[in-house]
């Protein structure tokens, strides 16, 4: 059997809750419903293909944010008293770590080809919300010694 903290070491600290952020909706609503009316067909084909882009990258974005949030729900395990991990638990969070990671890898970089192609169709980008990127942004909570 494992030793559940390493010897010679201080005791782990308790973690506060790790959340997952699913961003702002990513509404593709009127995309759909033009499609299913074929009102696509009057667009220019130039236009159509920018429109085509931005909304297929908009569903890989949601997959992408779905992905992490995933890996985040493993990643969860922290909460409380982590020095009630094994290794094996150990080994299952690096895997969730670097899955999040690579899903947010993902998801960053086509949300710059979506910035792009916004920019081409002439579509306001809303403004980031200082508040929320310090909510979402920051380090994981420490609640103290268990």
Same mark, same amino acid.
């Given at each position: ?63 992408? !944010?779905?992905?992490? +949030?995933? #890996?985040?729900?493993?990643? %969860? ?7 009630? /991990? &094994?290794? $094996? ?33 002439? !579509?306001?980008?809303? +403004?980031? #919300?200082?508040?929320?990127? %310090? ?7 420490? /609640? &103290?010694? $268990?």
């Amino acid at each position: 059997m494992w030793s559940k903290k390493p010897p010679n070491t201080r005791p782990v600290p308790r973690l506060g809750p790790v959340m997952a952020d699913t961003g702002d909706a990513l509404e593709d609503n009127v995309w759909q419903a033009h499609r299913a009316s074929q009102t696509l067909a009057h667009f220019g084909e130039a236009e159509l293909e920018l429109l085509s882009a931005y909304y297929q990258g908009i569903g890989y974005v949601r997959s992408g !944010i779905g992905s992490e +949030a995933d #890996s985040l729900g493993v990643i %969860r395990v922290l909460q409380g008293d982590p020095a009630r /991990l &094994g290794p $094996p638990d150990i080994a299952g969070l690096r895997v969730a770590i670097q899955r999040a990671r690579f899903a947010n890898y993902i998801v960053a970089g086509i949300s710059r080809g979506e910035l792009r192609i916004s920019k081409s169709l002439h !579509i306001d980008v809303p +403004a980031p #919300s200082a508040s929320r990127l %310090r909510e979402v942004c920051q380090p994981l909570q420490i /609640l &103290g010694a $268990p």
